[in-house]
């Protein structure tokens, strides 16, 4: 993906290193938004996993992304920080919610850059959401927890074309995201399948699936149902923007499909939705423990009573 090019004389950057997944990225949206006003005029950069900085940059205040996994911040860890110098030099101010509690880490920043410094815990120790704690770390009020992301062109234009593909039209289908990566987290595969079938009758559905939950799709394969894979983010967040409901598990995707705009059902197990739970407008959470007892027909009821007469 281009970036805007560093080379200009008297540009004013700010890096944020964040080492978060995908839900706790989008949960640090309006702790980067508040960075940019904070910052009015300079560049926000942001440091994280590979394709979550490729996510980030033009849809969440971000207009120039770097891998964590770079060699600079090897360096870090292993010297004085002086041989990171050519990276970390060019910012006039870093904040870190990574490393925070690591001393030599800590020093060999310091050494690497001029910048005025910061560190912050990766979970703040705070009650609460955690995109407020986010915030209250940064100094900032948490009078907005605001997480929407800006969509690009490109990843409506590709949500329309896999939309296409499998028949599918934009405000006539139901997204449903049964993955999390983690198998406690999971609602089970076959409640999700009966979830489908009842919805059929009434409108068109769709499954994405990632890859950490490859093996959920064979779950799915009799349903008749669009199974989705192989997105890069952006396209997902188009899809979900464009479905009439989205129903999934306490997962990053779900963050994901809340903060692009669509209504939805997340189900929630032993996590605590109070600091946990997606932030969209019109998100309804169903909690169970374990979560496989929950209830199908609490959750196609649910999904019905969301999408409103045929």
Known sequence: MAQPSTDSP???????????????LICFVPALRALDRRHRGAMIELMAREELGRFAVGRIGVARAHSIDRREVAMLFAESGAGARGFFGAFERIYS?????????REALAIASDAELSFHPFRPDRAGHVAAAYLDALGEPADSLECRINL??????AAARRLSAHGLMAGRFALLLPGSGSAEKNWPAAKFAELARRLQPRIGVAIAIGPADAALASSFAETGCAILTDMELGELAGIAASASIFVGSDS????????????GIVLFGPTDPARWRPLGQSVTVLRCTPLADLDTDQVV????????PP
Do not use: E, K
Request: aromatic residues 8%; proline residues 6%.
């Open 97 to 105: 919610f990574f490393a925070a509690g690591n001393r030599g880490f």
């Open 301 to 308: 009821n649910s999904a019905l009573q969301m999408l409103g």
């Open 252 to 263: 990053g995707v779900s963050h994901l499909a809340a903060a692009a705009g669509a209504p």
């Open 152 to 157: 690009l062109p490109d990843d409506l234009a």
């Open 10 to 24: 008297g540009l004013r950057r700010v890096l944020v290193i964040f080492p978060g997944a995908l839900g706790d």
